[in-house]
Each structure stands twice: as structure tokens, then as C-alpha cells.
């Protein structure tokens, strides 16, 4: 195991991984083998849901939260064309050009990434997620040349077993945090939810 060194810290992301979700009637949801998305830049998901509130006796008398997943913005330097043939559905000819398709239906995935920290770099696995088509932007180019980025909106949701994300802790044994983007991780049966 790693140990039980905590980050205090975490910072720059990196290593972007996408699994595209498979569902079979009868079966539980699987991913296909995950593939590199390189280029980085940025990641922002912020959490979806509501906090509701229950007053009674001139007081909050119950209140609770519900997750509804996490949205936001995957900047990166380009967005590949496996994620844009597997993922977003264009269509690319013989001629190897892409075509988007108005009547396209994009494919659910997982989202994998590392942010790094000052003593371990933390993995993620976002379940579920949907992304939009991404921007295009560029510029001239002046005395220096500043590259351009990419980015796409993504959606997060809980998947049918109500999980919406794994994180790899301190404590992640080691073959576990090296197998991480091999296949997307799911709960461990050994770790069994409590049974009354």
C-alpha cells in the first residue's frame, strides 16, 4: 500500500482517460477499454442537486441534499478523433474526413484523469457522463505563437448501482492505483454495502 501520506495540496491535471459505457439488456453496465485523450489543460465539474428544507415549529425540522451528478467544462489542448468517432459520433469517410451529423446521438462514457498532489497524484473515475460538441476557436498568430485549446461540456450522473465517481486514496493498494486505467473501476465486492 502507499501509505497513509495525505495530500494537503493538489494541483495540474493530467492523464485523461475515456471508456465508452455499454449497456446490454438483462446485463449490468460495463465500459469498454479506456483510451488516452492527451492535452490536458483543465477540468472544472462542479455538483449538481438541491438541498431541500422541511419547516415545522417555526424551524427547519428536516432538511436533506440529493446528487444529481457534477457538470462542467474538460479543456484540452485537442479533442482527438477517437473521442470524436467512439464519443461524439462523427462520421468519418473514406477520404479520412470527419463529418458531424446533425441526427448524431452521442455515446455515454466514463472520464478518468489524474490531478497531482504533494505527496500522491489522486485518479478519478466519472461514471455516466455525456459531452457536448467542442468549441472552435483560433486566432492569428502575432509575435508569439499562443496555441489555442479545445473544449467540451460534460455531464456527470449517477449510473444504474447509484455510483457517480471513484477516487484512489492514500491507502489505495498499489496494483489497484496501477491497473487504474486498464478497465474502469468499479466497487470492490469485498467491500460489500452494509446489509440489515
Known amino acids: ?4 501520506k495525505k495530500n494537503k495540496v ?5 492523464n485523461i482517460h475515456i471508456a465508452k459505457r455499454i449497456v446490454t439488456d438483462g446485463a449490468p453496465t460495463t465500459y469498454d477499454t479506456p483510451f488516452a ?3 490536458g489543460v483543465s477540468i472544472s465539474l462542479e455538483p449538481q442537486g438541491e438541498i431541500n428544507k422541511f419547516y415545522a415549529d417555526g424551524v427547519v425540522y428536516y432538511q436533506s441534499s440529493s446528487n ?4 462542467g467544462d474538460l479543456e484540452v489542448a485537442k479533442v482527438i478523433d477517437q473521442f470524436r468517432t467512439e464519443i461524439l459520433k462523427e462520421i468519418l469517410d473514406d477520404n479520412s474526413v470527419l463529418f458531424e451529423d446533425v441526427d448524431a446521438v452521442s455515446e455515454a462514457f466514463a472520464l478518468g484523469f489524474d490531478i497531482d498532489g504533494d505527496q500522491r497524484t489522486e485518479r478519478f473515475w466519472f461514471f455516466n457522463c455525456v459531452a457536448t460538441r467542442s468549441t472552435e476557436e483560433s486566432s492569428t498568430t502575432e509575435d508569439t505563437k499562443e496555441p489555442t485549446t479545445e473544449t467540451v461540456t460534460i455531464s456527470a ?4 448501482n447509484g455510483y457517480v465517481r471513484a477516487r484512489t486514496t492514500a491507502d489505495t493498494p498499489d496494483n489497484i492505483y496501477a491497473d487504474w486505467y486498464k478497465s474502469v473501476y468499479t466497487k470492490a465486492d469485498t467491500q460489500g454495502d452494509d446489509e440489515e
Open 1 to 4: 500500500m502507499a501509505g497513509n
Open 10 to 14: 493538489k494541483f495540474n491535471i493530467k
Open 37 to 39: 485523450m492527451p492535452g
Open 68 to 71: 444529481a451528478g457534477y457538470e
Open 157 to 160: 450522473a449517477p449510473d444504474e
